[in-house]
Nanobody, 128 residues
């Protein structure tokens, strides 16, 4: 699976952005999909995840809960991250991730040490 993110950019605090992650391969729907981010000088951290197939379940980091929404469109092999009420502390490179995550809870992707596939990242900058 190859993942390509898009949609990053510069936005003022309080604004919105929608990130997209396009995946290749006919088995895209089998993967749990997630978004992670890495701010300058900090470690990569979990942002959001969505379950495989219908995407009926989602899981969010406390820092983005209520502001960000993850969704997927398997017909387009794409996962989205709608980000509202952006804050300067949301500034980071955002990475898309795909993992089969069999026999695990959805939340386990947030601490998984070896994610199956990563995208190259897209930069989000929130100005104050």
């Amino acid at each position: 699976v190859q993942l390509v993110e898009s949609g990053g950019g510069l936005v003022q605090a309080g604004g919105s952005l929608r990130l997209s992650c396009a995946g290749s391969g006919r088995t895209f729907s089998d993967y749990v999909m997630g978004w992670f981010r890495q701010a300058p000088g900090k470690e990569r951290e979990f942002v959001a995840a969505i379950s495989r197939w219908s995407g009926a379940s989602t899981y969010y980091a406390d820092s983005v809960k209520g502001r960000f929404t993850i969704s997927r469109d398997n017909a387009k092999n794409t996962v989205y991250l709608q980000m509202n009420s952006l804050r300067p502390e949301d500034t980071a490179i955002y990475y898309c991730a795909a993992d089969l995550l069999w026999n695990s809870q959805l939340r386990d992707i947030s601490t998984r040490q070896a994610i199956d596939y990563w995208g190259q990242g897209t930069l989000v900058t929130v100005s104050s």
